[in-house]
């Protein structure tokens, strides 16, 4: 209830930056994902979204996740990624703009899965076309709160990594050390049923945002591991120098063994 709150009552960004009246923190430090010396500012106490790098607006999760690839695949410029659910910036648009062999994919639920939509590969990550180890890693932010059934798609996850791979991911726990809670489930229509008041977060390939299916705990990790085989680790990393501090910075690291 909190985090949709605070979520619903974010001003825009560039308005947030700019208005003096709204300051609330700042701190220097050098961002992972422009890697350039940078401020970070927060406008809100709710970091998790406002605490930005006043070069490429970026908020502490993205720096987590590029912080977090780096450290396990320091060779992740030569590597083949595929990514779900991009948005032009932070650590998206890093891997995009340094990988070669970088795959990006949405949800396009109108059009034929397996076709591309505008130059993106359109993919359920639940029953994906792509063949049998296709990537080295797999990266998502903030995805896994929205599925109908995740234990597919950690499954088709696992299948489509190399061995030695990983899926390399953030999403709000928000049960922490509570037992996983399903929110919705999936309505004869597509549309989601809600079991408990009714959650959206904003997405940017539709105007009615994603509704919010499972809230997580920290169990998560059995939940891989039942469903996929792949073992999963939690960084929590808090890093003022690289502005990661915020509400569930949490990054997972499930890997292929």
Known sequence: MFYRAIKAGLKNKMLDIIAPSRFYWEQPGHCPCCDRDTVFVARHQ????????????????????????????????????????????????????????????????????????????????????????????????????????????????ARTLKKGGAHIFTVPIINRFQPTEVWASKGAHGEPVFLKDPEWHANPVDAKGSPVTIHWGYDIVDFIKVHSGLTTSIEYIDDLSKGIRAEFREVLVSKKM
Not at 68 to 81: D, V
Request: proline share 5%.
């Open 46 to 157: 709710w970091l998790r979204d406002q605490f930005q790098c006043t070069n490429c607006w970026c908020i502490p999760r993205e720096r987590a996740l590029m912080v977090t690839i780096e450290k396990h695949f320091p060779n992740w410029k030569a590597l083949s990624i595929h990514e779900s659910s991009p948005i032009d910036k932070g650590a998206s648009k890093k891997l995009k703009d340094n990988c070669r062999h970088y795959t990006v994919s949405q949800y396009f639920p109108n059009d034929p899965f397996g076709s591309l939509v505008n130059g993106v590969h359109n993919e359920d990550l639940e029953a994906q076309t792509f063949a049998d180890e296709s990537f080295d890693l797999v990266i998502t932010q903030d995805v896994f709160e929205h599925l109908y059934a995740p234990a597919k798609a950690f499954k088709e996850i």
